[in-house]
């Protein structure tokens, strides 16, 4: 869980790039926003904090309690690690990274697509995440 989402939006905000998918959830269009929130049941006092949106079949969207994908949905909770296969097993540049690996502490491993030079922003904050 996310105990103050303000560090991570700050964290985003200080590294962070020209993305077009990828962004604050308040910075969303509305349009996305909505569409997101229409394929999102919330739990009680579960705020959206940073969302990826390139389709309705394609996205994901971090809140201070889960990361919910059109795929799948962990609690932020239940996170253990966060590897980067594409460069570390792959061999693939920094420049061609489009996904990280989400490891459960049950040993789940789930794909987060990502927006194509994203990673490194995205895999600091999940690492924040984790640690705090």
């Avoid at 989400?102 to 600091?124: A, H, M, P, Q």
């Amino acid at each position: 869980m996310i105990k103050n989402i303000n560090i991570v939006k700050s964290k985003f905000n200080r590294i962070k790039q020209d993305f077009f998918k990828t962004d604050l959830f308040e910075n969303l269009e509305d349009n996305i926003q909505q569409q997101i929130n229409n394929n999102v049941l919330y739990l009680d006092n579960e705020i959206p904090v940073l969302g990826y949106y390139a389709s309705s079949y394609d996205y994901w969207l971090l809140t201070n309690i889960r990361l919910i994908t059109s795929d799948f949905i962990i609690f932020l909770d239940d996170i253990e690690i966060i590897n980067i296969p594409e460069i570390f097993d792959e061999g693939r540049g920094n420049s061609e990274c489009e996904s990280l690996a989400i490891v459960e502490k049950d040993s789940g491993i789930y794909t987060l697509k990502l927006e194509r030079l994203t990673w490194y922003v995205i895999f600091n904050i999940f690492n924040f995440i984790i640690k705090h």
